[in-house]
């Protein structure tokens, strides 16, 4: 044999002696736990944690809430053991210098701990052991009772059970002295040392090694991804698993660039989180004061995306860790505005009460205000804020100047408790005028008893003439529209709810009360010189009763009453009233606002029309102010009264944990809703992004708008990338270059072996020229597969053109057995094995085995300003295999200083 022989096959052995041990034990670990667990599983008994010998103490304890939680969070437990009975073996050396070997589980806490190892939860505190590198420390306990763990050696794990044998595939091992490696088949290196150079010629020696060689990969090697979604990732890195412990009450930034595990490390932090066993005992504090309590912390969450698709994927990943994720938890936020706007927060019409009617398009405002949506915000807040406090005072100084004592020294009371014109109101000032609610609420009811009374009389005597009246009024009432009237004017709010409950009625008593309303509403305007329009609801009411409304008299004195009356109102329900008047405010400072040519275009939108950005504007104030309420011990404590029905709706948005991602899609404005959906007594708000993946005009910028989303955010990068070959690594770093975006820092794991293809690039290509050009790529790249087709994207500037491109190369494969399926607005049909076809708007988050970008200059013209970041976005989620296609000769100027990195044909970088 010769000396290079020779060596081969003495290094072959050597790496062989430290992984058969390792394979040996690993695999009968998998035998006893999947056996174990399902043996529990089929058990008639009540499951129970005390099913295996002996749990290891070093673990977190189920917190006995009640027994049936404890056995649900058990068969969950033993669920994932029988089907994945560990992610990693990591052997350690203890303070005392005993060397421990630990089996680290995804989920549960239990397993065989009897005799040569222990076991524990990925998500307890030793199961950091998992993630930490060779050489690196851990100490473990509390209270004195600290141990310190070395790891001297880790292998991570894949298992796997085919034809009832257990197998752990792709398991990178890396000791002391050795690694790291990547291990095919655990149970193939169980077969012994493959090489004896006594028995073996040249030949067989080499064949030997060569088959040693294939199972034990030096290096790290990237699976393929053969399906559309998340890459699971059981295990992850050091420095994301010390993100994903951290507090629960911590507010939190992800960053870094595509392919780094943001979105797994939002997940596992989330499903640790939501687990009371893994808590610290100040995190299970903090959920005890929270609104969801202890038993409801485990679905007190929500998590948002940008797209459907992306969302979609993210339920898969979210079962993966056995954290039920239901279409409640998991939301896109353009579904979540327009439902709690619409049945929580009543800032859109709905059924019979009044309020606005959201529009996409036009946009009220210009593209100036949705770069300064904080300044635009900032300036609404404080102007309706001082709006509704001066309109307190108003009414508080009308009050006191009465010629009615009672009246005159309860509007002197009621002023002195309103802040001065440098002071700020808070809560408390609100608690203040709530003490003298009684008051307010006595000689509001003797005045509503006058009006009530008066308003009787004038109809009666008009149905003495015509006993007719209620039934043609009704007539009439029924051809008029169902919508109310807009109140932009706050004199005429107390009414609202008179009319929301008037709505629900019908024939003669729906007649009485709508000639109650207008009636009020033509008092008031007689004395406060307000004219009625004509063409408004209650315009053509009174324009149909002509004479058969209140007389002259009866206005004047009935309007003195009601301005009276309208002025205790605002004291009635002080809190209901500054919530639900934010829309009529709002109305005000557009028009306002308008006129000084300040943040809104020229042509107005209808008065009963809302854009999506100005909804999200009154969303985050409303949020924010009912924060600061509930905050009030106070106002807490009042909380189930029926007056703070609005501040309840808005306390029952609340959440214990609210999570987002690809946060850099959403505006200022959207993150901040989020935020403010966090319930008070943990604040825990976490999101994940990268600046330079940002694909929306409205997207957040910057790191300063971060902060004003979330102030105190802790912000933690990760540059890590598990996704990209080197040489798609190398081209994401030069498109961020080229853009003028902040270096992404992305580096690839050490040990990680392959360079990867070059990227394609074909120019001038028609329509028909680039649908046959991809299918030549398409079966290149199925060939080097051996027929086993990876995921693969084509991603287009139009969605105009997925359903005609998808058809047209669907044909052009057929003769290749390739299917090829159109996923309109980002919606996934067909198999895994199947071509996808999407706009490019709808990939974010996701990945695929090779991905072609087609006419990238078309996409140039029609985004010009987001142009470089869809391109990144789209050329990111590719790990190995990436074709840009153009129709004209060249790149697009801006892309032409990186044309020496594209080639004609897949060659290796």
């Excluded at 473990?140 to 009772?145: L, Q, R, T």
């Excluded at 004896?196 to 090694?209: K, Y």
């Excluded at 071509?835 to 200059?857: C, N, P, Y």
């Amino acid at each position: 044999m010769n000396t290079a022989a020779k060596m081969k096959a003495e290094e072959a052995t050597s790496v062989h002696d430290q992984i058969a041990p390792v394979a040996e034990q690993t695999l009968a670990h998998f035998e006893k736990t999947s056996a174990a667990a399902s043996s529990a599983l089929s058990s008639d008994r009540p499951i129970t944690i005390d099913v295996f010998a002996s749990v290891n103490t070093l673990n977190s304890e189920a917190t006995q809430k009640s027994l049936d939680a404890v056995n649900q969070a058990t068969r969950a437990d033993l669920l994932q053991l029988a089907a994945e009975p560990a992610i990693a073996r990591v052997v350690v050396r203890n303070s005392a210098g005993e060397l421990k070997t630990i089996f680290i589980a995804r989920a549960g806490g239990v397993g065989h701990t009897k005799g040569e190892y222990l076991t524990a939860s990925y998500r307890s505190p030793l199961g950091r052991l998992a993630s930490l590198e060779v050489g690196d420390e851990l100490e473990v306990g509390k209270g004195g009772n600290e141990v310190v763990y070395r790891v001297v050696n880790r292998a991570l794990l894949q298992p796997r059970k085919t034809l009832g044998e257990w197998d752990a595939h792709n398991t990178v091992f890396k000791s002391e002295d050795a690694g790291p490696v990547t291990i095919v088949s655990l149970r193939a290196a169980l077969a012994g040392p493959l090489v004896n150079l006594s028995d073996l010629d040249l030949l067989d020696s080499l064949l030997a090694g060569d088959r040693e060689t294939r199972n034990i990969i030096e290096g790290l090697t990237r699976s393929v991804v053969e399906k559309i979604g998340l890459r699971d990732q059981s295990v992850v890195d050091r420095f994301q698993d010390e993100i994903f412990r951290l507090p629960l009450d911590v507010r939190l930034a992800i960053m870094g660039p595509p392919g780094t595990g943001k979105t797994t490390t939002l997940i596992k932090r989330l499903g640790q989180k939501l687990d009371h066993r893994h808590l610290e005992e100040e995190e299970k504090a903090s959920v005890s004061r929270s609104i969801a309590g202890t038993d409801g912390h485990d679905s007190s969450w929500m998590m948002f995306t940008p797209t459907e698709l992306l969302k979609q994927y993210v339920k898969e990943a979210f079962n993966r860790e056995k954290v039920p994720a239901s279409d409640f938890n998991l939301q896109t936020w353009g579904n979540y505005r327009k439902a709690i706007a619409r049945q929580d927060l009543g800032l859109l019409r709905s059924g019979g009460r009044r309020g606005a009617i959201l529009r996409e398009q036009p946009q009220s405002t210009t593209p100036e205000t949705s770069e300064r949506q904080i300044e635009w915000f900032e300036d609404f807040d404080r102007w309706q804020l001082e709006r509704f406090w001066e309109d307190l005072k108003e009414h508080a100084q009308r009050l006191a100047a009465s010629s009615d004592r009672r009246i005159s020294a309860l509007g002197a009371r009621l002023a002195s408790v309103l802040p001065g014109s440098s002071d700020v109101a808070t809560a408390s000032t609100f608690v203040a005028i709530a003490a003298l609610e009684r008051d307010v609420s006595t000689l509001a009811s003797e005045l509503r008893r006058v009006v009530d009374v008066r308003t009787r009389e004038s109809l009666a005597s008009h149905l003495r003439r015509d006993g007719a009246l209620l039934d043609d009024f009704a007539g009439f009432l029924a051809t008029l529209s169902d919508a109310p009237d807009e109140i932009d004017d706050p004199e005429l709010e107390e009414d609202e709810e008179e009319e929301e409950s008037s709505a629900r009625k019908s024939g003669r008593e729906q007649a009485f009360e709508a000639y109650r309303r207008v009636a009020k509403a033509q008092a008031r305007a007689a004395v406060s010189k307000r004219p009625i329009g004509r063409r408004t609801r209650t315009g053509q009411i009174l324009g149909w009763l002509g004479e058969r409304s209140l007389s002259a008299q009866d206005r004047k004195e009935l309007g003195e009453h009601l301005l009276v009356l309208g002025a205790l109102q605002r004291f009635s329900n002080p809190v209901r009233r500054y919530l639900s008047g934010l829309l009529s405010r709002y109305r005000r400072f557009r028009r306002d606002r308008q006129a000084e040519g300040v943040w809104y275009v020229a042509t107005p939108l209808q008065g009963t029309d809302l854009t999506t950005a100005e909804v999200d504007l009154l969303i985050l104030v409303m949020l924010r102010a009912g924060r600061a309420l509930l905050a009030d011990r106070t106002i807490a404590g009042m909380i189930d009264e029926s007056r703070f029905a609005t501040l309840r709706s808005i306390r029952g948005l609340l959440r214990n944990q609210i999570v987002v991602d690809e946060a850099t899609d959403f505006s200022p404005l959207e993150l901040a809703s989020m935020a403010a959906l966090t319930d008070p007594a943990l604040d825990a708000f976490v999101m994940c992004g990268d600046f330079n993946q940002r694909i929306t005009a409205t997207g957040i910028r910057s790191m300063d708008e971060l902060r004003w989303v979330a102030p105190a955010v802790e912000v933690r990068p990760i540059t890590v990338t598990y996704r990209h070959s080197r040489a798609l690594a190398n081209l994401s770093e030069s498109l961020v270059e080229l853009a003028g975006g902040e270096p992404a820092g992305a580096k690839l794991p050490e040990g990680m072996v392959g360079e990867g293809f070059a990227p394609l690039l074909a120019v001038g290509l028609g329509r028909d020229a680039v649908v046959d050009w991809l299918a030549d790529r398409i079966r290149e790249i199925d060939a080097h597969m051996s027929g086993r087709l990876p995921s693969i994207a084509i991603l287009l500037s139009s969605e105009a053109d997925v359903g005609p491109i998808a058809e047209e190369l669907d044909t052009a494969l057929a003769s290749s057995n390739i299917p090829c399926v159109a996923c309109p607005k980002g919606q996934v049909h067909g198999q895994d094995n199947e071509v996808r076809v999407f706009d490019v708007q709808h990939i974010k988050g996701l990945e695929f085995e090779a991905v072609f970008f087609v006419d990238v200059d078309a996409l140039a013209q029609q985004q010009p300003e987001l142009f470089d970041k869809f391109l990144y976005v789209g050329a990111t989620r590719a790990a190995t295999y990436l074709g840009l296609t153009c129709r004209q000769s060249s790149l697009p100027e801006k892309l032409r200083p990186l044309a020496s990195q594209f080639r004609d044909r897949w060659t290796p970088a």
